[in-house]
């Protein structure tokens, strides 16, 4: 069985990350930011700090790596 994080199972974490390398736009480089750091732990005022996102967009993309 894979290791995994909070929500994401290693090879999700991997592909996200990986993606990350791609140029992509900055709203969905920040949603696969929050849902990363999500993974590992970060509370959503952590992330909130971090990505200078509001609340709701934290909140709305922690719940989609759920």
Do not use: F, V
């Not at 290693?10 to 849902?35: A, F, G, T, V, W």
């Amino acid at each position: 069985m894979e290791a995994q994080g909070q929500y994401l199972t290693l090879s999700q974490h991997k592909s996200l990350l990986r993606s990350l390398d791609d140029d992509l736009r900055p709203e969905y480089r920040r949603r696969i930011e929050i849902m990363l750091l999500a993974d590992i732990g970060k509370s959503q005022t952590q992330i909130c700090k971090e990505l200078r996102c509001s609340q709701e967009t934290a909140r709305h993309w922690m719940t989609m790596a759920q």
